[in-house]
């Protein structure tokens, strides 16, 4: 069939249906092309809009020096994660290794179990007696369960196999953010740019509301962090457990992990459990660790939405169902998402009510005259 035969408008619809599949298949390329590393620039953007008041207090200090400003950030920002993680990492494997030396040597104790371990619920009595089939005899408790002590060591290779990825990628985060700040102004040119095809002349308070709502999202998840690292360290120090700074390290990455600090506090309640001679004591501590591991319930509501004109709740539930859909970086984009769009919602109401109200003041006029 000949081209020219066609009518103009059947024409022009093919051609556009040519240069939209073109456009689909450029935009599918690139998304495909980036996809290893959207990850980076997603944490990397909220490292760098999270630190900005900071970094520019820095950099004025500094005498305006950008350069050196982003080499301090840089520095600082690698340290408070990579610093902690070479010790825990060379701590396990020291661990590891005296582990597989005391194993290969036969000289490996387990204290005997305490009878009060037997009372308790669900797990007492099982526990009692691994317990004592292991202080008894190692090597025979070795063999009897060692499908379920290789299908645990495969499970903590894994963790470890992540735990090394998710370094990798808070190092390659902060080398995004860095870069970021060390452009700061280009970078808020090009976002108020984004902004202003998006929503038009509201393109700066739209801004402001995202930078405010992932600072809100930031400060509220690390302020409920060291909060329940704090208490959860105190509680350790004053009823005794060795190690104590080194397992709130651990609450603390857990909470800003959104990971429950229990998982850190419920092997120190059976440990408190089996050497502490204080019952009372050791309920004590019981409860004290399980308002620490549930503070978030009641903490997430007071801390989250400070400084944000969107409403708490709003925030909240962005903040708690993004998580949900997408892990921890959907507690970020989550809150921003539903505080844009309730805003966006907000404001089509109001453009809705302004005809409504300027009819009224004609007819007033109109009365008036």
Not at 53 to 62: A, D, H, N, S, T
Not at 249 to 255: D, H, K, S
Request: glycine share 10%; net charge neutral; charged share 10%.
């Amino acid at each position: 069939m000949n081209q020219s035969a066609l009518p103009p408008p059947v024409r022009m619809a093919i051609e556009i249906a040519i240069y939209l599949l073109l456009v689909f298949v450029l935009v599918a390329w690139c998304v495909r092309i980036v996809s290893p590393f959207i990850s980076f620039v997603v944490w990397g953007t909220i490292i760098a809009v999270s630190v900005y008041p900071l970094f520019l207090k820095l950099r004025g200090g500094l005498g305006d020096r950008n350069r050196l400003a982003v080499f301090i950030f840089s520095a600082i920002g690698l340290a408070v994660f990579l610093v902690p993680a070479w010790m825990l990492g060379g701590s396990l494997i020291e661990s590891l290794l005296h582990l597989e030396q005391t194993l290969g040597e036969g000289t490996l104790k387990i204290p005997p179990a305490n009878e009060s371990v037997r009372e308790w619920p669900l797990i007492g009595e099982r526990l009692y007696s691994n317990w004592v089939a292991a202080s008894t005899n190692m090597s025979d408790w070795l063999q009897t369960h060692s499908e379920q002590i290789k299908t645990i060591v495969q499970k903590l290779l894994a963790g470890a196999a992540g735990a090394g990825l998710t370094i990798l990628q808070f190092v390659a985060s902060v080398l995004v953010a860095a870069v970021l700040l060390a452009n700061d102004e280009a970078t808020k040119r090009a976002m108020l740019t984004f902004f202003r095809r998006l929503v038009g002349g509201q393109a700066e308070e739209y801004m402001e509301l995202t930078s405010a709502t992932i600072r809100s999202i930031t400060m509220g998840v690390l302020g409920i962090a060291f909060i329940q690292a704090f208490a959860g360290g105190l509680g350790m120090v004053i009823i005794g457990i060795p190690g104590a700074g080194l397992w709130a390290l651990f609450i603390l990455v857990l909470a800003i992990a959104q990971l429950p600090p229990l998982l850190v506090l419920l092997p120190a309640i059976i440990y408190v459990f089996s050497t502490n001679d204080s019952t009372t004591a050791a309920v004590i501590f019981t409860v004290w660790s399980l308002i620490v591991s549930f503070s978030d319930t009641f903490l997430k509501p007071l801390l989250l939405g400070r400084g944000v004109k969107a409403p708490m709740l709003v925030i909240l539930l962005g903040a708690i169902g993004g998580m949900i859909a997408s892990g921890i970086v959907g507690l970020f984009v989550g809150a921003v998402v539903l505080a844009l769009g309730y805003t966006l919602f907000q404001a089509w109401l109001q453009i809705d009510d302004q005809p409504q109200e300027e009819s009224g003041q004609h007819g007033e006029t109109a009365q008036t005259s």
